[in-house]
C-alpha cells in the first residue's frame, strides 16, 4: 500500500470516489470531475489516496490547511475506507500521512471530528494520539 497526494483527476479517481463516498454519507453525492479539480487545485486542500499494489484506491481523506489570525489550521474531513479493506490499516495510514503533512506546512495541532457511531474509527484516532477536546460543535444548515 502506499499513500500519495492527488494531483490529477481521471477516470480513476473519478470511479474510486464514486465507490467511496456512499460508504461514507448516504446523503452526499460523490464528486463529479469537476468538483474533484476543484479539491485538487484548492491550494487549501490534500486529496490523500491510499493505493493497493495493483493501484486500486483504497481509501482517501482531505486534509485542510489554512492560515488563520493563531496560525496554522489543519483539519481531516471525509475519511473513508473501502469496506473490504478495513481493517488493513489505510485508515491508520491516511492519517499519519495527513499529519506528516500538517507538521511540514507548519500547523501545531490537527483537529477532526467523528461521529460516536464510528466506533472502529474512534479507536484509530485515540491509538494514534488524537484527544478528544472538550467543546462544542455547531452547525448552521444553508
Given at each position: 500500500m502506499r499513500i500519495e497526494t492527488c494531483t490529477t483527476v481521471d477516470d480513476d479517481l473519478v470511479a474510486g470516489m464514486a465507490r467511496l463516498i456512499p460508504q461514507l454519507?448516504?446523503?452526499?453525492?460523490?464528486?463529479?470531475?469537476?468538483?474533484?479539480g476543484a479539491i485538487v487545485d484548492?491550494?487549501?486542500c490534500h486529496l490523500l489516496?491510499?493505493?493497493?499494489?495493483?493501484?486500486?484506491?483504497?481509501?482517501?481523506?482531505?486534509l485542510v490547511v489554512f492560515p488563520?489570525?493563531?496560525?496554522i489550521r489543519a483539519w481531516i474531513e471525509d475519511v473513508v475506507v473501502d469496506a473490504d479493506a478495513r481493517g488493513r490499516g489505510v485508515g491508520d495510514a491516511l492519517n499519519r500521512a495527513a499529519i506528516d503533512i500538517a507538521r511540514d506546512l507548519g500547523a501545531k495541532t490537527?483537529?477532526?471530528?467523528?461521529?460516536?457511531?464510528?466506533?472502529a474509527a474512534n479507536r484509530l484516532y485515540q491509538r494514534i494520539g488524537f484527544e478528544?477536546?472538550?467543546?462544542?460543535?455547531?452547525?448552521y444548515s444553508l
Open positions: 454519507s448516504s446523503s452526499s453525492p460523490p464528486p463529479n470531475e469537476a468538483a474533484l484548492s491550494d487549501a489516496l491510499a493505493r493497493g499494489d495493483d493501484g486500486a484506491i483504497l481509501g482517501s481523506m482531505t488563520i489570525p493563531t496560525g490537527v483537529d477532526l471530528t467523528s461521529r460516536p457511531s464510528r466506533e478528544p477536546r472538550e467543546t462544542n460543535v455547531y452547525r
